[in-house]
Each structure stands twice: as C-alpha cells, then as structure tokens.
C-alpha cells in the first residue's frame, strides 16, 4: 500500500478556469462525487460534534442496541455509547493525523528531493541513498517500528506516517526537479545571478505545484489507511480515543450479533481512502488537460 509518484507535465498559466469549470466537471461524476464526499467528510469531523454535543466515552445500561434505535442513530456498542457520537468526535483525530502526517511528508520530502535533483553528484546520492533505505522496508513495519520505538499518540504517529511517505515525495521531486533545471528560465536565472536556493524556491517550486497537489491527495488515502491500521494494533492512537480504527478493533468481537459496529467505522475509512484516489485522479487529468492546450 504506498503512494507511488505520479509524474505529471506542468500546466501552461492560464488553465485554472478551464481545469475546474462545470462543464468538464459535468462530464466527470465520479470526480463530482469524490469532492463532494470529501467535503463532508471535512463538514461532519469539524462541525459535527458542535451540531451534537456528548461525550462519547459516555457509557449507560442501552447496550449493543441496533441501528435506528430511538435516541441513538447508529446504536451502542457493549459498553452502551452511542456511535453516532462516537464516529463524529472519532474522526477528528484519525483525520488529524492523516492531513498532518500527509503535509509534514511533503515538506520533508519536496526539500530533499528538490535539493538532491537541483545540486546533483554527492548530493543526490547521499540523499537518495538515505530514501532508499526506508524505500527498503514494507510501509507498516517502517510506521511500526518508528510507533514501537517512540510510543503511541497524535505526534508519533503523525511521525511515523511523514517518515513512510517523504521517500515517494523525494523521488517524485527529484525526477521533476532535474526536467526543470534544464529549462530555459532556470538558466537566465543563474545568469543573473540568484543562488541555488532562490532558484528552487521561486522559480522550480511554482511549477511543481501540480504534481505536488496530486501526490498529496493520493498519500492523504494512504495515510488514513495506516493510521487506521496503527489504531487496530493499538500502537496508534491513545486506547481512550474513539478513532476508526479502534472502533473496528472494539466491534469486531460483535461482528455477526452486530456488524455494524464494524462496518460503519471500516466503510468511512474506506470511503474516505476511496474518494481521495479519486480526487487525485481528478487532479492528474485536470493538470494534464491544462498543460495540453
């Protein structure tokens, strides 16, 4: 399960309406779908648990009650909390982890293949020998090891996923950055003068933002899935923590007298992995459309 590079041409200026406008989107459900999906994901994990205020560690007598029961939309589970409280506030800290594990990848990894790419020779080797390394390992045993070593919680965690992904960030970088150092405007950039650094940041980086944007949807469904994972081992997330992937790991001892316990939380985690795929799909083809015309 990894977010393999996807390299993309670099859309022409002036694409943007034309990438988003209703009629090509109109010709796309299935992108329409995933965006909106996405932003209700977004809608129900950041103003859900203001709409229904609860605690949802609250435990009470109406245990493992089905789903549409009166007062509880989704049911209880064994200890009697309700799940709908528990999917709304569960989501929040599942998803945190996910963007912020996701954003510190690419930061780690747009710089260190953007400087491996840019100044070449020792450089490139040391760096991307260093990625190799963690290229090497199977992508959950790299998150467990790192969780095993340094223990559970939102920033090991969010560790763990960053030090996983920046390896696909910097191969995809560094083969971009090399295409972009030859070009033209790169030169007449050294030939004023402007350092290595300024060169990256002002004229490279602007023009990777496409691909960028595409990597980091698709390592978003990535994310979700291994902190999901993480939380079901119990090496994720604090045990107190009602995440997805801990409601599983609960609920799954009840699977057959109530399987919703399980599915509800593993089909919105997959749902959200899901429409990720599809969003970066969606981007892929609007950037490469862009670059076309």
Not at 113 to 140: E, K, N, Q, S
Not at 194 to 211: C, D, M
């Amino acid at each position: 399960m990894t977010a393999a590079p996807l390299p993309l041409p670099v859309a022409a200026p002036g694409t943007v309406a034309r990438r988003w406008s209703t009629r090509r989107l109109a010709r796309r459900p299935v992108a329409v779908v995933a965006w909106v999906t996405l932003v209700l994901y977004a809608v129900a994990v950041l103003l859900g648990p203001l709409l229904l205020p609860g605690d949802p560690l609250a435990q009470s007598s109406d245990q493992l009650l089905p789903l549409g029961s009166p007062g509880h939309l989704l049911g209880t589970d064994d200890l009697g909390r309700d799940q709908l409280l528990r999917v709304l506030h569960g989501g929040r800290p599942l998803l945190l982890v996910t963007v912020a594990g996701t954003l510190l990848a690419a930061v780690v990894g747009v710089a260190a293949g953007m400087v491996a790419g840019y100044y070449g020779g020792i450089t490139d080797g040391v760096v991307m020998r260093a990625m190799d390394v963690v290229l090497a390992f199977p992508l959950v045993l790299v998150a467990l090891l790192m969780v095993a070593m340094l223990g559970g919680g939102v920033a090991n965690t969010t560790f763990a996923i960053a030090l996983s992904q920046a390896p696909y960030f910097a191969r995809l970088v560094r083969n971009l950055t090399l295409r972009e150092r030859a070009m033209d405007y790169v030169r007449a950039a050294r030939a004023l003068g402007f350092g290595g650094p300024t060169v990256l940041v002002r004229e490279i980086l602007p023009n990777l933002r496409g691909a960028l944007l595409v990597q980091t949807t698709s390592t978003l469904a990535v994310a979700a899935g291994l902190a999901s994972a993480l939380s079901y081992l119990g090496l994720g997330l604090a045990a107190a923590t009602p995440d997805w992937g801990y409601m599983v790991k609960v609920g799954q001892e009840f699977v057959f007298g109530n399987p919703e316990l399980v599915l509800v939380p593993g089909l919105l985690i997959t749902g959200f992995a899901v429409a990720c795929n599809f969003a970066g799909d969606d981007l892929r083809d609007a950037y490469a459309l862009g670059a076309s015309r």
